[in-house]
C-alpha cells in the first residue's frame, strides 16, 4: 500500500530555513517522478516544485526559485524540500506528491501525504 509522510514542518522567523523529508513506502520511488505542493488557509493549492524520475528536470514556482530545492535519495525512498529565506507568504500545509509517470507538472497531483504545516512568523 503506497504511503507518503512528510516531516520536518514547524515554526520558523522569516528569513530562516526548513528541510522537509517525505518518506515513501510501498512504491518504489527512482521510476518515478516527485513534488511538493502546499495550500494555505483560504487559498487554492499551489505546486511549488517537482522533478522528474531521472532528476535531470525540475520545475520551481516563480514565488519559491532561488529560494527551495527539491531533491530526492532513491536509496532511501526518501524525497526533500529545502527551503531558505522563508517570508510570511510561504506559510502553508505542505505536502510532498508522488507522479505515476517519470515526468511531472505543477498542476497535477497524483498521490499525496498527509501534510506538514509550516508557519512563518516573528
Known amino acids: 500500500q503506497l504511503q507518503l509522510v512528510e516531516s520536518g514542518g514547524g515554526l520558523v522567523q522569516p528569513g530562516g530555513s526548513l528541510r522537509l523529508s517525505c518518506a515513501v513506502s510501498?512504491?518504489?520511488?527512482?521510476?518515478?517522478?516527485i513534488g511538493w505542493f502546499r495550500q494555505a488557509p483560504g487559498k487554492e493549492r499551489e505546486g511549488v516544485s517537482c522533478m522528474s524520475s531521472s532528476g535531470v528536470t525540475t520545475n520551481y514556482a516563480d514565488s519559491v526559485k532561488g529560494r527551495f530545492t527539491i531533491s530526492r535519495n532513491n536509496a532511501k525512498n526518501t524525497m526533500y524540500l529545502q527551503m531558505n529565506n522563508l517570508k510570511p507568504e510561504d506559510t502553508a500545509v505542505y505536502y510532498c506528491t508522488l507522479y505515476s509517470s517519470k515526468y511531472c507538472s505543477l498542476t497535477s497531483y497524483d498521490y499525496w501525504g498527509q501534510g506538514t504545516q509550516v508557519t512563518v512568523s516573528s
Open positions: 510501498g512504491f518504489t520511488l527512482d521510476h518515478y517522478a
